[in-house]
């Protein structure tokens, strides 16, 4: 690929982010994302916390947002947690609590398949009944049920991967730097694998596995390199402060719209491949197209 082809793909996709107005999409998808926070986190820690503890799980995603937000945003974090969990604690029958604590995880979920159902040009099918609006709530809390399964295993790998380091160094002496930073590979590869799922399960379209992982890998390095830039601000930067006591949730609002910004950004990538391969997007049979004219490589160039 020369330059120019380079040049061209990158115009139809600022072209793509500015038709889809991805922009508008991240903000309301950080804000939803906020909201539903503290009751995901949640349900990741309980179900983390039968293999390690809840004192371990919630212990090491904390420590995970530190890095990421900084320290004030992961105090005002836990605090969210907590507050979840003396909520739960109340008197409040269990059963609307379950149902409060599932809508909650689902509507973040929700309002990512309305976004990616946006740029894949599709929406459901008018009329679809009430079944199908609890198949896409289950079809929701399933992702979260899913990402809970991959920060477990990134968690156990990442404790294995520093006990087997700190045990090579103890044997061979030296720093065996190559076997640490195998840490942060694995780390890639789940973050690709969670894309992968996002990409492929929550849009209303038919995608091959194929365009899925070349597009999943794509926002992967997207994210990778994105998250060391936004942490870098938000830890350097003193415009954030001018919010007071509301400056934890700021940081924490910033985080998730760049982090959006980045998810819909590596959509449209994949958008585009699968559009330069010449294929044509087929809505799932529940689904349908909303503008022909928005899926035709031809309008974006």
């Known amino acids: 690929m020369d330059i120019r082809n380079v040049w061209q793909s990158i115009k139809e996709l600022v072209k793509l982010w500015r038709i889809d107005r991805v922009s508008s999409l991240s903000a309301a998808l950080a804000f939803y994302t906020v909201f539903s926070l503290a009751p995901i986190l949640l349900i990741c820690i309980v179900l983390i916390g039968f293999f390690l503890g ?20 992961a105090l005002q974090i836990q605090t969210m947690i907590e507050n979840s969990q003396q909520a739960g604690k109340s008197r409040m029958p269990q059963l609307i609590g379950i149902a409060l604590l599932i809508f909650g995880t689902t509507r973040v979920f ?144 910033i985080w998730f719209y760049f982090s959006s910004q980045i998810l819909f950004i590596g959509v449209e990538i994949n958008k585009l491949l699968v559009l330069k391969k010449g294929k044509t997007i087929k809505p799932k049979e529940s689904a349908m197209l909303v503008d022909e004219n928005r899926t035709n490589l031809e309008n974006i160039s």
């Open 54 to 73: 809840e004192a371990a799980a919630q212990g090491r995603i904390l420590e995970h947002a530190s890095d990421l937000v900084g320290a004030k945003a």
């Open 110 to 253: 929700a309002e990512l398949q309305n976004g990616l159902n946006r740029i894949w040009g599709v929406m459901p099918k008018p009329g679809r009944g009430l079944l199908n609006v609890i198949k896409d709530r289950f079809l929701s809390f399933s992702m979260v049920l899913g990402i809970a399964l991959l920060l477990l295993v990134s968690m156990v790998l990442s404790v294995a991967l520093a006990a087997m380091s700190s045990f090579l160094i103890e044997m061979f002496g030296g720093n065996v730097y190559f076997f640490m930073r195998l840490e942060y590979v694995v780390s890639f590869l789940i973050i690709t694998v969670l894309f992968a799922m996002l990409f492929k399960i929550l849009p209303d379209v038919i995608l091959d596995w194929k365009d899925v992982w070349i597009g999943a890998f794509i926002t992967a390095i997207l994210f990778s390199l994105g998250k060391f830039i936004v942490s870098y601000y938000i830890n350097n930067s003193g415009r954030i402060s001018i919010f007071g006591a509301a400056s934890s949730v700021i940081i924490i609002l």
